[in-house]
Every structure is written in structure tokens, then in C-alpha cells.
């Protein structure tokens, strides 16, 4: 998703200790943002009924800072990625040369 321009941020309620451990330990090429208040993840829909945890959701939002695509679902989180990854490039191929960032 680099080539095309796009940068992948993940968001989670665990503090920025936590995020790092989980980043190390599995190796993932992304930034997460963490968001122990919740002023992101509660205005995404990402907080779970009763604020038992959050739901994970991947959203792409285009260069206009709309939302372009979103999925939702605790099972094949591949699904999210390959879906994505679809947007970005048919987002990337709509965008005047030379910006191609979503």
C-alpha cells in the first residue's frame, strides 16, 4: 500500500507501552495510535456495546479525508487488507498524476 501512497495506522485503547510490545513482538508494518480516551475509536464506531473493548474495523479514508471503504468483523481480518488494498489502488488510479495518496 506504500507504493500507492497510502500510510496504514492502527488505533487501540492500550497505552503507547503496551502498543510497542505488540508491535515488536508480531512484527507489524504499522503505526498504532493509542487512544486510552477513546476520542477515536468512540466517533469511528470501533467501542464495543457497553464499552466492553472495541471492534476492529478498517477504514480507508481518501486524500478528502472522507471515509472511502470500511469493513468490520473479528474474523479474516485478510479480507480487510485484500479489500483495502482494492480501494487504495482504484483510489490511487482515480487520482490526478503525481498524487496518489489516500
Not at 30 to 44: E, G, K, S, T, V
Not at 63 to 84: K, S, T
Amino acid at each position: 500500500m506504500a507504493s500507492l501512497g497510502a500510510t496504514i495506522v492502527g488505533v487501540s485503547p492500550d497505552d503507547a507501552a503496551i502498543q510497542t510490545r505488540f508491535i515488536t513482538r508480531l512484527g507489524r508494518p504499522f503505526r498504532l495510535l493509542p487512544d486510552p480516551a477513546r476520542a477515536i475509536i468512540r466517533p469511528y464506531g470501533a467501542r464495543r456495546w457497553l464499552g466492553l473493548g472495541t471492534r476492529r474495523i478498517t477504514y480507508v479514508i481518501g486524500r478528502d479525508g472522507r471515509i472511502a471503504a470500511g469493513w468490520h468483523g473479528e474474523l479474516r481480518m485478510e479480507r480487510h487488507a485484500a479489500n483495502a488494498l482494492e480501494v487504495v489502488r482504484r483510489l490511487a488510479g482515480s487520482e490526478p498524476a503525481g498524487d496518489t495518496g489516500v
